[in-house]
Structures are given as structure tokens and as C-alpha cells.
């Protein structure tokens, strides 16, 4: 095995499994495990790196203060880094996981699934600063936002992207507007077809320097690719909510809720035997806090495991020890 833990998402909860696995046996060196965190974007934090998360209330939020300090943990401790989208992850006939992305495979004794609400693109975070791509709260707020695009003699096409769930929002749209509006549902689907509304996976996001548009490439259910055109990608993340998008690479096949998120026990575990879940892949409603409490229970459980397997006995570590700033 190369790495003892793989963990698949480099946002909060991500990070704070790749932490927490790397760092609980720094005291005892029992076992010392090999940790890869494995991340779609150009770079690790997730929706952090968009802008500051609230956390539990207004005034407590995660921002890039603590997405720093969490990545230097991460080298203090030897957790390895690397950008790339996970297209498979399935379970080993020997025991273990094989996870494979556009350039490499790996194999692991543990894996801790961490894709957030949505698989993030390279350079999205940018395109959101420059206001190419937008999100929103609610339908009110997109009302204002499509208004103020549609008085912006620039915008011409704008492409609405989220879960099947967005298909409401676009009725909440359906009204006279001067700009183009294509609407694309993800993964997974779980009622009919509603007229207007198109169904495919975003798979990239390019910026058209010449034309300066942006260029977006949506994979259809059948394989077929589609080539957009448009000046504004609006991201519906509250449609995230109600289905598990950012899981199609799943070929094991852990017990799943109906609308498609992680069922796990109290340690985070799945039923398939060394799969741990965290943050938004399990379950609504979506927090920070939630993410890296949860993240850190994964993290913990992930290397009891491998310790396990790799001496033959459980780690008898204390999860916490006082600590002086």
C-alpha cells in the first residue's frame, strides 16, 4: 500500500481527517501513518477559499487565517498533498481501496470521503472574486441578482448550475428576461425531466480570454459532451442540499440515505470496512463546524483502524491532551 489513509476533499472537514490521522500518533508514535489528501481544485480549502464560512453564528466564521493554519498542521505533519479529481474509488479484493484519477492510482488500507456538497473546479474561486461566477442565499436574492444582470448591457447568456432540486428555481425564473438563461441539473436525478431544464455533469470551467467569456464543458448521463458559451456561471449551492452530488465516483457500495448522502455511525464508519464519511457527503445541514468535528471523529476512527491492521492491536491513544498557547 502507498499510503495508509487516503482522504478524498481538501476542504475543512477533508483537512481536518488528514490532521487529525497525522497528528494522533505524533505523541506515541504507535504507528506513524501515511496520509494523502486528494483535492479537485487547484488548491486545498474547498468553499473556504471562496469566502469566510460561517461556523455556527454570524461572527464566528472559518477564513483563510485558519485554512492556513490547518495546511501548515498538515506539513507539520507529513500529510501529502495533491490536486487532482477522483474519477473511481472501489474496494480491493486483498482488502483496502484503489482510488483513481486522471493521472495516477493509489491504494490505501483506509479511505475518508470528504467531497463536500459539490465537486469544486480549478480556478472557480477566482472567477467568483472577479463576479463570473455568483451564488446565492435564496430565490429572493437570485431574483435581484438575475435583475442586476439583465440591466448589465454586457451579460448576454448566463448558465444556472445545481442538483435537480434547481429545476424550481428555474420556474421561480420563468419569466421575460433579455439575457439567454440555461439551466443544467446534476447528478443524481431522481424525478422526471421538467421541460427547460437540461441534465449533465459540469465537468470544467475555462475562461474564453479572446472572446472573454467563459467556457464551460457539461458531461450528458449518456457520455456525450456540450460545450457552453455563456458570461456568467451562477452556482445554486442551497440546491446542493438535497441530494449527494459530489459522489458519483463511488464503485463500493456503502449504505446510502434516499437522497443519496453516506449513512455512518457515531465514528464516522461506514459498513464497508475502512471507509469513513464527513462534512457534507453524510448528511444536511451543511456547517462548518459540522464539517470539521466530523472530519476530526473520521480522521481519529481512520487511524485506529490502520494501526489496527498494521500491529495487530487497537492504538490505546487519549483523542485529546492539554494544550498551552
Known amino acids: 500500500m502507498e499510503y495508509d489513509i487516503i482522504v478524498v476533499g481538501g476542504g475543512p472537514a477533508g483537512l481536518s481527517a488528514a490532521v487529525r ?31 469566510p464560512l460561517v461556523m455556527n453564528s454570524p461572527g464566528v466564521v472559518f477564513t483563510k487565517r485558519e485554512l492556513k493554519s490547518m495546511l501548515r498542521s498538515c506539513d507539520l505533519f507529513g500529510v501529502e498533498i495533491k490536486q487532482g479529481r477522483v474519477e473511481a474509488l472501489r474496494t480491493l479484493e486483498s482488502g483496502g481501496f484503489e482510488v483513481t484519477t486522471a493521472d495516477a492510482t493509489y491504494q490505501c488500507l483506509a479511505t475518508v470521503i470528504a467531497t463536500g456538497c459539490r465537486l469544486g473546479h480549478r480556478n472557480e474561486h477566482r472567477l467568483f472574486h472577479h463576479n463570473r461566477v455568483l451564488w446565492f442565499h435564496d430565490n429572493a436574492t437570485l431574483d435581484q441578482v438575475m435583475e442586476q444582470l439583465d440591466a448589465n448591457d454586457r451579460i448576454k447568456s448566463i448558465c444556472l448550475c445545481g442538483s435537480e432540486a434547481v429545476a424550481a428555481t428555474h420556474q421561480y425564473l420563468m419569466k421575460p428576461r433579455r439575457v439567454e438563461l440555461r439551466t443544467i441539473a446534476e447528478p443524481p436525478y431522481a424525478e422526471d425531466p421538467v421541460p427547460g431544464v437540461e441534465r449533465g455533469r459540469l465537468t470544467l470551467i ?5 472572446a472573454d467569456r467563459l ?28 441530494t449527494a452530488s459530489s459522489l458519483g465516483f463511488l464503485q463500493c457500495a456503502p449504505r446510502r440515505f434516499a437522497n443519496g448522502f453516506i449513512s455512518t455511525g457515531r465514528d464516522m464508519g461506514c459498513d464497508v470496512p475502512g471507509l469513513f464519511a464527513a462534512g457534507d457527503a453524510t448528511s444536511t445541514p451543511f456547517s462548518v463546524v459540522k464539517a470539521m ?22 492504538p490505546n491513544l487519549f483523542p485529546f491532551f492539554p494544550y498551552e498557547i
Open 215 to 242: 467556457r464551460l464543458q457539461v458531461e450528458s448521463m449518456y457520455g456525450a459532451i456540450d460545450n457552453i458559451e455563456c458570461d456568467v456561471l451562477i452556482v445554486d449551492f442551497n440546491a446542493y442540499q438535497k
Open 206 to 210: 475555462e475562461v474564453d480570454t479572446a
Open 293 to 314: 468535528s466530523e472530519g476530526t471523529v473520521a480522521g481519529f476512527a481512520a487511524y485506529a483502524h490502520v494501526c489496527a491492521l498494521r500491529t495487530g492491536t487497537a
Open 21 to 51: 490521522a497525522a497528528w494522533v500518533a505524533a505523541p506515541a508514535v504507535t504507528y506513524r501513518a501515511r496520509v494523502l489528501v486528494l483535492d479537485a481544485g487547484d488548491a486545498p480549502g474547498g468553499l473556504s477559499r471562496w469566502q
